[in-house]
């Protein structure tokens, strides 16, 4: 991990341009529908194990090590009991950084096949966005028939390393569904490939190329230009506003931060900052120990967390950011963090709101969104996002 601070600004280009790629739209995908029984079983965009889902047998990355049950922490039993039953299957980490290609395999091997991937929708396209620093495959989710609405740039948790368009293409197409609005996924670039602060400079470049060619080539009302992202991919949206706003962009108008990972200072100082990274530290999936291994890929690649692009709280001023909605779980170690980062928006005159989920952990918008009381979350996101 370097310890020069980065300070990265993205030049402004008007020749951004969408190349599209010709992809079938899965069968089935012509009605809107909204069951919050959908295809949001994609593995954890979080540091933690892929879940097992009930009856499953469990597909472990090649160099994970199993801990016997009998070692394993009780569960809380406020948590939700569905929950409960798959994190009784997760062993505890060790801290030790994961196997890349393990844990990307063993998420992919849980992706719905495309004629079940659900809530459906009109249409979903593959795309690439031709940004400032170059190419960038975006996914994009069209809510219903009509011309023009505004737009979600979503970014993909991960731990910078793992997730994809696929892993988290049933969270995009619940945003779409409940908000109403076009989504467009972004597939950044991830460490270790590629170092920092490439995957940001792909998120940056594809909201600016969305600003800018949004109206002709996603319908854009030139309304509503919302960024969104979960956990790491929180991190993404955290800091693209601030990247906004130093470059002189007023555009975007809202921001969704559903359980960011906003200080990736992990050190003992750092953890002690924050009260549910201690009492949240083992036995709910993501666990305090697992923060350092997973996100060793993103800051050894030259992230710093006194760097506000990497852990956005450290931002100074955060006056003149867009509107938040900040979406945390009461088991998760990054809740606090998460909420003391809408406190300071709020400090800074910032309007910002936070949900907490009395019964879920880390990751549960991706990974138990099924259970309807939790897909709910969705639903606030699209009353967030359309109260102007």
Request: charged share 20%.
């Amino acid at each position: 991990m370097g310890s020069q601070r980065h300070h990265h600004r993205l030049p402004r280009e008007g020749s951004h341009r969408l190349l599209t790629t010709s992809v079938p739209v899965p069968p089935g995908d012509g009605a809107l529908t909204r069951s919050p029984r959908s295809s949001l079983r994609a593995p954890s965009p979080c540091p933690s194990p892929p879940p097992v889902l009930p009856r499953t047998p469990r597909k472990s990355p090649p160099d994970e090590r199993i801990t016997p049950m009998s070692q394993q922490p009780q569960t809380d039993p406020r948590i939700h009991p569905q929950i409960a039953e798959i994190l009784a299957h997760i062993p505890a980490s060790d801290g030790s950084a994961p196997s890349v290609e393990g844990w990307r395999g063993a998420e992919e091997s849980r992706v719905p096949a495309p004629a079940e991937r659900t809530p459906q929708l009109p249409r979903v396209r593959d795309a690439v966005a031709a940004a400032a620093h170059g190419d960038v495959p975006v996914r994009i989710y069209t809510p219903d028939e009509r011309e023009q609405r505004g737009v979600i740039v979503y970014f993909h948790g991960g731990a910078f390393f793992s997730g994809s368009l696929d892993t988290h293409d049933g969270a995009a197409r619940a945003l779409a569904a409940e908000s109403g609005l076009t989504v467009v996924s972004v597939g950044y670039r991830r460490v270790p490939e590629d170092a920092f602060p490439a995957g940001l400079e792909d998120c940056y470049g594809v909201l600016r190329w969305t600003a800018e060619h949004g109206s002709e080539q996603l319908g854009w009302d030139g309304g509503t230009l919302a960024v969104a992202g979960d956990s790491s991919g929180g991190t993404y949206a955290a800091a693209v506003t601030g990247m906004a706003r130093d470059d002189g962009f007023e555009g975007i108008t809202h921001q969704v931060l559903l359980y960011p990972s906003v200080d990736l200072d992990f050190t003992e100082a750092g953890t002690a900052r924050y009260p549910s990274r201690t009492e949240n530290a083992t036995g709910y999936g993501l666990e305090t120990a697992g923060l350092v291994g997973h996100n060793s890929f993103y800051l050894d690649s030259g992230a710093d967390p006194a760097d506000p692009l990497v852990s956005p709280i450290r931002r100074d001023d955060l006056s003149g950011l867009p509107k938040g909605l900040v979406i945390t779980a009461q088991f998760d170690p990054l809740r606090d963090e998460g909420e003391a980062y809408a406190a300071r928006l709020r400090q800074a005159g910032v309007e910002a709101t936070v949900s907490r989920y009395g019964s879920a952990n880390h990751g549960f918008m991706v990974n138990f969104a099924w259970i309807p009381e939790l897909y709910q979350a969705f639903t606030e996101v699209g009353r967030f996002l359309n109260q102007g």
